[in-house]
């Protein structure tokens, strides 16, 4: 892994403390911007959970389900995750800085894993990267053949942790609506 990819891996959390702060410290929610961010954020909370029911971390190459349309359904559930964020607060500065985080860091980490998946898979790899987009999905699922044809799981959801990401979104919005009552 190259220093710059590492640095991305570890400061990807560590920063998103900081990061919240800062979006909730510009956020001017109202209760109408709340529940719109809400509804988008459960899709990417949905792409997310969908996703995670799939994914066998550090065993195969996913490549069916969300995978067949893009080989990050995780992050691209993240950025929807961070749009319905960046509605709830209604302002600009929180979606720039939303936007931003993301750009940088998950482009870093997305190319990063790439490399790792490449390394691990080879020609497989490739035959799946040629079919399947990095981030923007594809209209109709690409028809890989290989390593893993999974179907939906329930417990691959709760083995990855998915959980933690609702769990986060709706402490936000609580929190959100907690500054909407305060103002």
């Known amino acids: 892994m ?3 990819g590492s640095f991305f891996v570890r400061w990807r959390v560590r920063l998103g403390y900081p990061l919240a702060i800062a979006v909730l410290l510009f956020a001017r929610p109202t209760l109408s911007s709340i529940l719109l961010g809400a509804l988008v954020g459960l899709i990417g909370l949905g792409l997310r959970a969908y996703a995670a029911s799939y994914l066998r971390k550090q065993e195969v190459l996913t ?3 969300p995978y067949a349309y893009t ?5 691209l559930g993240s950025a929807i995750l961070a749009l319905g964020t ?5 302002s600009w500065i929180s979606a720039l800085l939303l936007l931003v985080y993301f750009a940088i860091f998950y482009f870093a980490v997305m190319r990063r894993e790439e490399r790792e998946l ?6 497989f790899f490739e035959e799946y990267a040629r079919a399947v987009p990095l981030f923007i ?3 109709t699922a690409a028809k890989i053949s290989g390593e893993f044809a999974g179907s939906f799981c329930f417990a691959q959801y709760k083995r990855n942790h998915e959980w933690q990401a609702a769990v986060g979104f709706l402490f936000l919005l609580g929190v959100l609506l907690l500054i ?3 103002h």
């Open 86 to 90: 960046g509605i709830a607060t209604r």
């Open 137 to 139: 999905p594809r209209v």
């Open 180 to 182: 909407w009552r305060l």
């Open 2 to 4: 190259s220093a710059s």
């Open 118 to 123: 490449h390394v691990r898979h080879g020609a």
């Open 63 to 65: 490549v069916t389900g």
């Open 71 to 75: 080989r990050n359904p995780l992050y």
